[in-house]
């Protein structure tokens, strides 16, 4: 595959024996700490609101060495699933296909933050967190929108609110929390989402409705 670049700001970028080497810019660095905020603020917010349920038990996907999630809802018995065995996951899996050792109806929270933007089939993995939630369970999502491509390469996608619409067609109580960017409106840095778990819902895409902007 060939690849061509536009630059319109040379100083952009470093070369490094005959490779491009991408800089982070200015906005990138401003925008960092309030991504981390807004999940951060977003954990803690839905971990209050679920303070309540006894002996429930949650999934993390893919939290790396992060303790926020495990922290905030220490009420819970957490597991977690990455496809990278780096840093000790209970499950070795892809959440875009389906993990045979959880069993359908698992979990009463499911936490995927920071995640659906590498996964090669955004949909299959929707499908396989809602699989694996309770019915009436708990899903929480965050992905950036105005950001940088990053790692874990590969980094595939970007979603709108009507993206994350789309994908959480399915559940029921949605809430989209954004992070919107300064001075530029219409094109978010960040979104957070909530939504419960619906089983037996099956929405057609002519039934989709969308917020106007």
């Not at 630059?7 to 401003?30: H, N, Y």
């Not at 807004?38 to 992060?66: M, W």
């Amino acid at each position: 595959m060939k690849i061509s670049h536009t630059m319109f700001d040379q100083t952009s970028q470093l070369i490094e024996g005959g490779l491009t080497v991408a800089q982070v810019s200015d906005f990138d660095q401003k925008s960092m700490p309030l991504a981390r905020k807004h999940i951060d603020q977003f954990i803690e917010s839905v971990a209050t609101r679920l303070s309540n349920i006894k002996n429930g038990v949650l999934l993390e996907i893919g939290p790396q060495d992060r303790s926020v999630v495990r922290n905030a809802f220490s009420n819970f018995s957490i597991e977690t699933l990455d496809i990278d065995k780096t840093y000790n996951p209970d499950y070795v899996g892809d959440i875009t296909r389906k993990n045979s050792l959880i069993l359908d109806s698992t979990y009463d929270v499911v936490v995927c933050l920071e995640v659906l933007e590498h996964t090669l089939d955004p949909f299959a993995a929707i499908r396989e967190l809602r699989r694996i939630l309770k019915p009436k369970g708990y899903l929480l999502l965050s992905a950036p929108l105005n950001w940088r491509i990053h790692g874990p390469i590969p980094d595939c996608w970007r979603f709108t609110e009507h993206g994350f619409k789309v994908l959480l067609r399915d559940f029921d109580d949605i809430e989209i929390d954004i992070l919107e960017t300064p001075n530029r409106d219409l094109f978010p840095i960040h979104y957070n989402a909530l939504a419960r778990c619906n089983k037996s819902k099956k929405i057609r895409d002519e039934e989709l409705v969308f917020r106007f902007i």
